[in-house]
């Protein structure tokens, strides 16, 4: 029900479709007696799509939640085994057109580079159909071909491809792998998702190191760059209005204990090497972090 009822809402009230709708709402009441609060709310409406469109708005909106979970530090100890959220492919479109067709790519890419630095880490991929109409997903086995092709082991990589949402993501992941206390998973997905994404695994039990991929700003203390396109201004407003939407309903509703998972206090600081692939070897015998 809860999938059903997150489908339909953001069919019928995505940010700037709603936005957009509240303006033509505005602009025919308008014309009524009620003028002055319809106008109102057409100008204010309007002037956020401005915004959003011409300022690094959603850049402001979506750093807190990028900047939420740092980094593993480079030489943390091997994992266990390596999570990636779905959403990293077009399933369909890539079967269509026979080569990979990206939306978060950059799950699967840097899965891939995990796994070639940890050969002894298994790799779950989670993630089926997220369509209210259709229920076949192709988009694990796409995500497993490619891993294939980029030199991964078959034999390393599990799929998880009933999901439709990030909650069940978890709790599906949670009783494929049966994590132990003392194992270490990652779990890679898009920055600005990772906030949500940890407070459902931990939710299910699941201790999961965040790894976070497909940054949009910059980092703590640098400037948001001013990216003079409508187009992408608006996709990343919309992206972190339905994140922030998205942890709201998620604690709202009881699927995450905190409205803006952060964390833990035991959990490792940045190191400030980053992710080089360049330093000494880990103790796996692969290249370090």
């Known amino acids: ?29 308008s014309l009524s007696r009620h003028s002055r609060a319809a106008k109102a709310a057409t100008i204010l409406s309007l002037l956020v799509v401005i915004a959003a469109a011409a300022t690094p708005l959603g850049l402001w909106l979506v750093r807190p939640l990028e900047d939420r979970f740092p ?37 699967v890419v840097e899965t891939v580079l995990l796994a070639k630095r940890y050969p002894n880490a298994r790799i779950i991929f989670t993630g089926g159909s997220g369509s209210l109409f259709t229920q076949a997903s192709t988009e694990a086995a796409e995500a497993k071909k490619l891993m294939v092709e980029l030199g991964v082991d078959p034999a390393r990589i599990a799929l998880e491809d009933k999901s439709r949402n990030t909650e069940e993501n978890a709790i599906l992941t949670a009783a494929l792998i049966h994590p132990k206390p003392t194992e270490r998973w990652l779990l890679v997905t898009s920055a600005f998702h990772m906030p949500r994404s940890i407070g459902v695994f931990e939710k299910a039990g699941f201790d999961a190191i965040a790894y ?78």
Not at 3 to 17: C, G
Not at 18 to 26: E, M, T
Not at 218 to 238: H, M, Q
Request: hydrophobic share 40%; proline share 11%; glycine share 12%.
């Open 212 to 289: 976070p991929v497909a940054y949009r700003t910059r980092g703590p203390g640098r400037d948001l760059p001013w990216d003079l396109g409508p187009a992408n201004n608006l996709r990343v407003f919309e992206t972190a209005m339905r994140e922030w939407i998205g942890l709201a309903a998620y604690w709202a509703t009881g699927r995450i204990d905190d409205l803006f998972p952060g964390p833990l206090e035991t959990e490792p600081a940045q190191a400030n090497e980053g992710r080089s692939l360049e330093n000494s070897d880990s103790s796996d015998g692969g290249p370090s972090r």
């Open 71 to 107: 980094p593993p530090p480079a030489r943390m100890p091997p994992p266990d085994g390596i999570i990636v959220l779905g959403g990293a492919l077009n399933g369909a479109t890539s079967t269509a057109r026979g080569e990979p067709v990206f939306d978060e790519g950059e799950r």
């Open 1 to 29: 029900m809860f999938f059903v009822a997150s489908k339909v809402y953001w069919i019928l009230a995505s940010p700037i479709l709603l936005l957009l709708v509240i303006a033509l709402a505005g602009a025919v009441v």
